[in-house]
């Protein structure tokens, strides 16, 4: 089920595929991911129960990154807020060159996940 709902929060491009998995939202877990053809290995450093949790990538096409999911609870509703701090490879010149790119499919994959995880938890 957790490698269902990995995959369904992703957008359908580029394909997202789960190679391996452990542990679940822990400190400590990791999961491994073939975006496209790309490898990606996160492991999660950080966990609040009902607050938040922090996944960085160990390995993958981000010089780095790392991505807060936290969760407020604002009386019988929750706001979830994701913060990603990254850097891609190649320095100061490449980054002020692609991270236009680079933010505006952030943000059209956080508006998929989070319209997919508000229809998933008002139907629970």
């Known amino acids: 089920m957790r490698h269902y709902a990995l995959t369904l929060l992703m957008p359908p491009f580029p394909p997202v595929r789960i190679v391996s998995r452990s542990g679940g ?9 073939r975006i496209g053809p790309l490898p990606w ?3 999660h450093s950080a966990y609040e129960p009902n607050h938040l949790f922090v996944d960085q990538q160990i390995r993958g096409p ?3 990154w790392i991505h807060r999911h936290q969760f407020e609870d604002l009386g ?10 990254y850097r891609l490879p190649g320095g100061a010149f490449v980054n002020a060159a692609l991270g236009w790119l680079v933010n505006l499919a ?3 994959t956080f508006r998929h996940r989070h ?8 139907k629970a």
């Open 25 to 33: 939202i822990e400190a400590g877990s990791s999961v491994e991911l």
């Open 41 to 43: 290995i996160a492991q």
């Open 62 to 64: 981000f010089a780095r």
């Open 76 to 85: 019988g509703k929750t706001r979830l807020t994701d913060r990603v701090e």
């Open 106 to 108: 952030l943000h059209q």
């Open 115 to 122: 319209k997919v995880t508000k229809h998933l938890c008002e």
